[in-house]
């Protein structure tokens, strides 16, 4: 059993349910027409996430039955370009294999987004071919990680879902969330020297409209110009884009 309010090296299994669905969507693969689906529970718990429903509130959200996600993406094939599973964190279950098996049968291409804490899963659905597109969040520099993460985190695992990453040849994004408090210019530089053989990088605004915790909903985010600038020096390093400036 995982202790509790940490992330250990013992795995704690999940019930998997879909709680959020998006049946047509081009916000979450960039250049793709999509469905979204959204797995329940995380074993994270930032701050400043912006999914508070899929990760405390879950049991309030209505399930959502697999065979209704199947029966809309075997009618729109042909129209849909993909499959984005996002949460929550989808890699927390197993069971997640099973479903993606079934997507890849309807004949799609999938995105996943992970924290990279399960980087034993990460690697097997890579190995079997489960998946197309990795987006993997990088919360902050490795010493601040459970300050970001809200919990104490096994970073060596973090460190090794990178290395998979990279090693994989597979088509994925690192991205950071730029939060005031947690991120700063020499958090990010490091990263950026860290992933430097990475596809590429994506520094997020942060958005503190809705929060996990409620008192970074007074946090003011960093000006789009600072943003601007660290995307310029981490580019020293990876190729860098910024992503949700307003
Ligand atoms: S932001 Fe953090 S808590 Fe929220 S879903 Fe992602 S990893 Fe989990």
Redesign the pocket.
Known sequence: MERRGSVTTRIREFNLSFRGFIPVTMLDWEGKLAATLFVAQ?????P?????D??RDYQRLPEIPWESIASHLISRKGWLDGVVIG???PLIHSKLIKYLREIKDFGYPVKI?T?G?RPELLQEIIEKNLVDYIAM?I?TSFPKYSLA??RRVAVEKIKRSIKILIGSGIEHEFRT?VVPGIVDKEDILSLARYISKGRIYFLQQFNPKIT?DPNFQKVKPYDNQFISELVKEANCYIKTKSRGLR
């Open positions: 995380c074993n994270f718990k930032c400043f996430c912006q999914n508070p899929l990760v949460g929550g964190e987004d924290n804490s969040d919360k993460a809200g969330t996990l």
